[in-house]
């Protein structure tokens, strides 16, 4: 049994029925702290997968574990007859249940029989279907797979060209540009302007980057950026401070 | 203009009704068949009884089935497998296990909630409903009392037609729940693990 996947079972119902079946025995005399372990022995062998998909079967393990405990553990001596009387009708719910479901499951067994055998009774083609499924219970006929093939095709060739793939990432090299502004900026008597530092530079790459090296720089505390009026040039500065006057700092 | 051909004589009901119930789409009531046949309904039954016995014969391959509160023509069902490539590509998929089981408890509990059904089978029945009312085999029927005025659910005239029932009377009775035995005992709890000696402790019955 323990082989079995969850999917075989219609639900926790259909599950514990099982295993109250198993026991032979009249469904009211069963011995629920048996059927309780099995259940919960059945869950844990299941992988993990299967168990996520499987909501319904854990409430019921955690109702079957409190079934469990009350079989398992004596009577507290504060327990009263009332609290007594409310788990042993826990239980009877339970058993109640399982029994309810089974008569649906074998009335449902018997429908099934009676539709098999009407459905030798042939009525004429082409008048309302007594059954009309839904379409999708499998492929059309004649389907192969060279007809996807050329039907995937076709819409491929209607469709407009993908656009080109955006260029790969490139790497900045941070460090490398802000040790080359600081060498502007030294050889510049520790002034310069961003404009004219950009100017030296090729691709609009490098400006980002530089841009970039002088965000970091700021954040660093090692450089002071002016900027008379909105969009103007950037004033660049390197802060008083020795550090400077040493070959670059590492980055932090 | 065409005349309308009244049946005069009794054989000449059953052509009638012959050829009626061959063009029907759904199963015809008895009244139905009075009011198109000019006949009362001894004559209409008189009829049908005359078509079913000429029918019953070996060299015939139609029989008359009383299905939905009407009657149909169908083909006698040892012929089933002759005419299997003629009744369209392929059958429609059967009927889940669930489909199955939400149709049972919608066929005896009718008119019955969505919840009123996860209860009963301890699953979610959404999509065992969906199944079933895209096939025709359930409908809604209004809603119930009470909060959030759930919807109602029943089986409809093609139920009865796929499982070839005259009316939900003719649904067999539904299997007996095993009561619990001696009345109103709740079962015992049987404390401390099997191997250990001592009375089970019983709880007092209700009164």
New interface residues.
């Given amino acids: 049994m323990y082989q079995v996947r969850l999917a075989v079972f ?5 599950l514990l029925l099982h295993l109250i079946e198993q026991q032979q025995v ?3 005399q069963v ?3 048996e059927v309780a372990q099995q259940y919960l022995d059945f869950l844990s062998q299941l992988p993990a997968v299967e168990l996520e998909e499987a909501g ?1 079967y854990l409430v ?1 393990a955690a109702l079957l574990v409190r079934i469990k405990a ?6 507290r001596a504060e327990e009263t ?1 009332a609290e ?2 409310d ?3 826990l ?2 719910m339970l ?3 399982v ?14 029989e ?2 098999a ?9 082409g ?8 379409a999708p ?2 492929p ?2 004649g389907l192969s797979v060279d007809k996807l093939a050329a039907a995937w095709a076709a819409v491929q060739a209607r469709r407009p060209p993908a656009p080109p793939p955006p260029p790969a990432p490139r790497r900045v090299n941070l460090r490398g540009a802000m040790g080359r502004l600081i060498v502007a900026l030294r050889r510049a008597g520790g002034r310069l302007s961003f404009r004219r530092f950009l100017s030296r530079r090729a691709s609009r790459w490098d400006w980002i980057v530089a841009f970039l090296a002088v965000l970091e720089l700021v954040r660093q505390g090692r450089l002071r950026v002016r900027q008379p009026a909105p969009l103007a040039d950037l004033h660049l500065e390197l802060s008083a401070g020795s550090a400077e006057a040493e070959a670059p700092r590492q980055p932090g | 203009m065409e005349q309308t051909f009244i049946p005069q004589t009794l054989h000449q009901l059953v052509a009638a009704l012959e050829a009626i119930l ?1 063009v029907s ?2 199963p015809v009531a008895e009244e139905e068949l009075g009011r198109l046949t000019g006949w009362d309904g001894a004559g209409v039954r008189a009829a049908l009884e005359l078509l079913q016995e000429r029918m019953a014969a070996d060299d015939r391959g139609l ?1 008359l ?1 009383r299905v939905d509160g009407g009657w ?9 497998g002759l ?1 299997a490539p ?8 059967p ?1 889940s ?2 489909a ?2 939400t ?3 919608i ?2 509990r009718q008119p019955v909630t969505r919840a009123e059904i996860e209860q ?5 029945a959404e999509s065992a409903l969906q199944s079933l009312l ?4 359930v409908e809604e029927a209004g809603r119930a009392d009470g909060p959030g005025r759930p919807i109602l659910y029943r089986t409809t005239r ?1 139920f009865l ?5 005259h009316s939900l009377a003719d649904l ?1 009775p ?8 001696p009345a109103d005992a ?9 191997e250990a000696g001592g009375p089970p ?1 019983s ?2 019955a ?1 009164g």
Avoid: N
């Fill in positions: 219609e639900g926790p119902l259909d009249d469904i009211w011995s629920m702290a319904e019921m009350r079989h398992l553990l004596p009577p007859d007594e009387e788990e042993a009708a239980e009877a058993l109640a249940r029994a309810e479901y089974r008569r649906y499951k074998e009335a449902a067994a018997a429908l099934k009676l539709a055998a009407q459905a030798l009774y042939c009525r004429r083609p008048r309302a279907g007594v059954q009309e499924a839904p219970a499998g059309p006929p | 061959f789409p759904e029989c089935q149909q023509l169908a083909t006698k069902p040892h012929l089933a005419l003629l009744l369209g590509p392929r059958p429609p998929a009927l296990q669930a199955l089981e149709l049972a408890i066929a005896y009963l089978r301890g699953v979610r895209d096939r025709g085999l093609q037609q796929w499982c070839g029932l067999p539904l299997p007996e729940a095993p009561q619990a035995g709740l079962p015992a709890a049987s404390h401390g693990p099997p402790h709880s007092p209700e």
